[in-house]
């Protein structure tokens, strides 16, 4: 019996799809007269566990392909489970994708009563919330239109705009806010944390760090199909990070090393670099990378901007010829893949030359710019020459990746991304 502080019970729940290599194995699978298999199991999700009570809002995080879409469906009862239980207190409102629902051919105006029926409520009770839903969505002009010739945001409109009201007790949201504009999404943003106040339970996936940060008291962090950690906001949240940065790629082995104390800083971890995305000549490599905070002595994945503390990047690398003139430095990246800002060694007029085949160690010291909330990736690179004519040995694409917070919104802030107080050192490993 489910406990009446509990609105979602979720048990032993996995979901098994059969794959094929060949389209025509599915038919031959049917037709065997001995039954014999031709596929393989795949599992969206395997005995995965756990409570969300009633009023949380719970934030679900992972990886493209990790389970959380078909977690949403099965409690939505658009997918059926393999084996497991799902119990739910409550009427469920949910966008689950763009136009999950939506009849194509329908205009506004049908697809709110389509809506409404599907969800048990008369045509009576229908209209009287047809003009707060077509307030909410602000596609007047569109209303006799079939929504087949809507653009992606006016389906997230209009699908938002159905399922707040419904009075919910329930709302699950799937990713179908990240095609609207920035005032929608606001507008939605103060919507549920209307629905917040009122009790409703809320399930919010996104792949936004920082809105989960803002707006989610618990998160699920799905991985492969499993349930990897559930737990407070900031907790689960900077494993995360730390995971997406490489720490733990491998879920029984850490992909970081402990260097050898002859280093100045020997308790830091470097992360191993072998899996991340690069290009070069091959004639350097980049093995490790290590984003540490100088003042408390710690590795970073989330950067508090009260603390002003002085940072530092650390890169090891092996360079496998004698290179007169080496350029070697990194970027950091927002979200977007916006170069926010960056430097390498010529650029403050700090020469490395005449280096030889070995392996080395470089540390970039800098003040931490004031950076808006949000998740950033750093790439680094090695490269020859000139800033004018270089070649470049290596470079790696997003090879760490840490959290910005701490920011009150509303503040007026002068961003500042200019790097000062930089100093670089460059030593044999």
Known sequence: MMNNDISIKVQNLTKVYHLYDKPQDRLKEVLHPFKKSYHHDFYALNDVNFEIKKAETVGIIGQNGAGKSTLLKII???????????????????LLELGAGLNPEYTAIENIYLQGALMGFSREEMRQKVDDILDFADIYDFINQPVKSYSSGMFARLGFAIAINVEPDILIIDEALSVGDMLFQQKCIRKMKDFQKNGVTILFVSHDIATINVFCEQVLWINNGELREYGPTKEIVNKYISCMSHEEKDEHK????????????????FHNTNKVERFGTKEAEITHIAFFN????????????????????????????????????????????????GLNNQIIRQYINNLTPNHYFVKFSFNFPLLSNGIYSISASIASGTQQIHTQLDWLHDCYTFEVSSLEEGMNINWVTQLTGVDIEVHNA
């Open 76 to 94: 939505t009862g658009v997918v059926t489970p393999t084996r497991g239980n799902i119990h739910i207190k409550g009427r469920i409102a949910s």
């Open 294 to 341: 100088d003042k408390k002595r710690q590795n970073i994945s989330f950067i508090n901007h009260k603390s002003n503390d002085k940072v530092s990047i650390y890169l090891k690398f092996n360079l496998h010829i004698k290179v007169e003139s080496l350029i070697v430095g990194f970027i950091i990246k927002n979200k977007n893949g916006q170069e926010i800002t």
């Open 254 to 269: 850490k992909q970081y090393t402990r260097e050898n104390k002859s280093w100045e800083h020997d308790e830091i971890f």
